[in-house]
T-cell receptor
Framework: GAVVSQHPSRVICKSGTSVKIECRSL??????MFWYRQFPKKSLMLMAT?????????EQGVEKDKFLINHASLTLSTLTVTSAHPEDSSFYIC???????????FGPGTRLLVL | RKEVEQDPGPFNVPEGATVAFNCTYS??????FFWYRQDCRKEPKLLMS???SGNEDGRFTAQLNRASQYISLLIRDSKLSDSATYLC????????????FGTGTKLQVIP
């Protein structure tokens, strides 16, 4: 399966600042990547689908102006949490779909804590 | 109603026991199903696919019942290393390419 990395693995920031999270597909060119958020003891919730060369597709209830996604190349997608608030504190995980689009390979996740 | 529902557990079982997890899905158009394993504070990792004919991989057996919209995972001879949260996943194809995760069932295997 695909090898996916994320950076940073954890970040602590002050309320009001912006945080950028990178997702890289190390051995697989990905025209699509997914961004998820997971709160403690909750399921993964799809936030958006990142599309290389075009705009991201956001799920209902996810603010596109707050969670900026840029799919700069076939191996890199970034998620920027703008003007972060404590309620944005969560585990953010990206994934790359497998060849059949059904299975997904996840990055190790980024833990965001907004103070 | 949640799209994919699981009993959150926790299931506390002794080593060597057999344990079964259940999962139901609401969207009958879902095409494919999977079980993922998520260790504490880690990312999910694919455990196995689920087929109507059943799928067995060592100590793990997954089963799909489309008529009942029900998925199961059976773990035999539980090991301490099996302790994790098991996520049931439904994939909606047909151009939607949407993956829906259940909330997960936590398993704790006790020595």
């Amino acid at each position: 399966g695909a090898v996916v990395s994320q950076h940073p693995s954890r970040v602590i920031c002050k309320s009001g600042t912006s945080v950028k999270i990178e997702c890289r597909s190390l051995d697989f060119q990905a025209t699509t990547m997914f961004w998820y958020r997971q709160f403690p003891k909750k399921s993964l919730m799809l936030m958006a689908t990142s599309n290389e060369g075009s705009k991201a597709t956001y799920e209902q209830g996810v603010e596109k102006d707050k969670f900026l996604i840029n799919h700069a190349s076939l191996t890199l997608s970034t998620l920027t949490v703008t003007s972060a608030h404590p309620e944005d504190s969560s585990f953010y995980i990206c994934s790359v779909p497998g060849s059949g689009q059904e299975t997904q390979y996840f990055g190790p996740g980024t833990r965001l804590l907004v103070l | 109603r949640k799209e994919v529902e699981q009993d959150p557990g926790p299931f506390n079982v002794p080593e060597g026991a057999t344990v079964a997890f259940n999962c139901t899905y609401s969207n009958s158009a879902s095409q494919s199903f999977f079980w993922y394993r998520q260790d504490c504070r880690k990312e999910p990792k694919l455990l196995m696919s689920v087929y109507s004919s059943g799928n067995e991989d060592g100590r793990f057996t997954a089963q799909l019942n489309r008529a009942s919209q029900y998925i199961s995972l059976l773990i035999r001879d539980s090991k301490l290393s099996d302790s994790a949260t098991y996520l049931c996943v439904a994939f909606l194809g047909g151009g939607y390419q949407k993956v829906t995760f259940g909330t997960g069932t936590k398993l704790q295997v006790i020595p």
